[in-house]
């Protein structure tokens, strides 16, 4: 069960859009459509930004948005703004019917 | 509204045992998957374990396998999980997190406050 491997940082400006990636392999990005995305704010409970690789749960800004390609998904951030910063994980299930986070990127908006 | 409120944390000696609670309100309580994620001090999620809806399917993260039970009461809408043989590296907030779905999905949309367990002599 190795953790799933994200950037340890991004950042980007106000009004620009930066990606993350969360690269994992067959056996769980790769291998189900049961990626989601979480954002974390310091000293806070994370919150579900996009379930299903590309899905958005109600109430999630469409400024939001994934996608995956083989082994690898994304989470792509536009129109960036101050408030998005923070740090963001990645999750898989995985062949074993257990979960998998990523190790979480610190975003910092400029 | 959808709450989720842990308890029973707090400081334990390793080797000693914790029996965490959640207990859950706003919805459907036995319709949905739980989880369980922890949290060490400044590092990131670690998945711990997940109980089906019904309570019949059970799976655990290698770390804490042969460990940690984790079991549910539908009739109290309160998810559990018990802490045995507790390590050092087990210190981290526990959070019990409800599954969009019945079944472990990955997709947890709505999470507790989290529960601080310390492990220490």
């Known amino acids: 069960q190795s953790a799933l491997t994200q950037p340890a940082s991004v950042s980007g400006s106000p009004g620009q859009s930066i990606t993350i990636s969360c690269t994992g392999t067959?056996?769980?990005?790769?291998?189900?459509?049961?990626v989601s995305w979480y954002q974390q704010h310091p000293g806070k409970a994370p919150k579900l930004i996009i379930y299903d690789v590309d899905n958005r749960p109600s109430g999630v800004s469409n400024r939001f948005s994934g996608s995956k390609s083989g082994n690898t998904a994304s989470l792509t951030i536009s129109g960036l703004q101050a408030e998005d910063e923070s740090d963001y994980y990645c999750s898989s299930y995985t062949s074993s019917t257990t979960l998998v986070f990523g190790g979480g990127t610190k975003l910092t908006v400029l | 509204e959808v709450q989720l409120l842990e308890s029973g944390g707090g400081l334990v000696q390793p080797g000693g045992s914790l029996r965490l609670s959640c207990a859950a309100s706003?919805?459907?309580?036995?319709?949905?998957?739980m989880s369980w994620v922890r949290q060490a001090p400044g590092k990131g999620l670690e998945w711990v374990s997940v109980?089906?809806?019904?309570?019949?399917?059970?799976y655990y993260a290698d770390s804490v396998k042969g460990r940690f039970t984790i079991y549910r009461d539908n009739s109290k809408n309160t998810l559990y999980l018990q802490m045995n043989s507790l390590r050092d590296e087990d210190t981290a907030v526990y959070y019990c997190?409800?599954?969009?779905?019945?079944?472990?999905?990955?997709?947890?949309?709505?999470w507790g406050q989290g529960t601080l367990v310390t492990v220490s002599s």
């Open positions: 997190a409800k599954d969009r779905g019945s079944r472990l999905s990955g997709a947890s949309d709505y």
């Open positions: 706003g919805f459907t309580f036995r319709n949905y998957a």
């Open positions: 109980v089906s809806a019904s309570g019949d399917s059970t």
């Open positions: 067959s056996s769980d990005v790769g291998g189900y459509n049961y």
